[in-house]
């Protein structure tokens, strides 16, 4: 069953998708929200990776043991399981953060009054106006990544909604069903020497095909059309 949506709103997953389209034209895939928080740059990962261990510890081969594991409680402390210098690690890194700039843009705009947002109270149905003080609080990011904020006057929480805006300029022709198994045969070149996420295919897909507007549900059915990878990709100039 879909969720109600009040009429003149959106939901905050699409309002910070039309921003994250205005910020990131070509880039903006929206999966972003399903990146994981706490990756770390490429720059980042080397600049840290190769740092000598820390000086103490009175045990014998302690300075060995901590030069050994080095990168893993660097990982773990951030959060972020993985290879950071893999570009699927990479690619997720950079999603996290087009996600967080368009996230940080819609909180400006709403303090601002730019954007107006509404909180809905599931219990008496009414909609109660945003205001621009909730968005100086230091939750207010993770109140937009979640979509609910605090009823006023009350110790519940509802969830929250944006004033309908305007859409950014996008491809205004539909991807016709006539092209889709162009759209297949090119994705399935693609992954034959490279591994990619479904997020990346997407991506793949949209840029390779920039004069449509290539549907969710149509990235389904040419998905399913695509076997999922498994293990890393064969190089194309093996010798046999």
Known sequence: MSEF???????????????????F????????????????????????KDLPPARGGNAPGAGRAMRGTLARPVATRASSPGDPSSAAYQAEYRANERYRAARDRL???????????AILDPFSGRLHRASASLWRRHN???????????????????????KQFDQPNVP??????????EVIEALKKRIVTENLTRPQQADFVRKSFPNYRVTERQLDEIFRAVPVQIGRPKKSDKKV
């Open 140 to 162: 207010a990011g993770r109140m937009i990544e979640e979509g609910q904020a605090p009823i006023p006057d009350s110790p519940n929480t509802g969830r929250l909604w944006v």
């Open 25 to 48: 034209p070509s880039d903006w895939t929206g999966e972003e929200h399903r990146a994981r928080r706490g990756l770390i740059s490429k720059n980042e990962w080397s600049r840290i």
């Open 107 to 117: 909180r400006t705009l709403l303090e601002g009054g730019d954007l107006e947002a």
């Open 5 to 23: 949506i009040p009429s003149g709103y959106i939901s905050i997953r699409e309002a910070l998708n039309r921003l994250g389209r205005r910020l």
């Open 172 to 181: 205004a022709k539909p991807m016709p069903r006539a092209r889709m198994p």
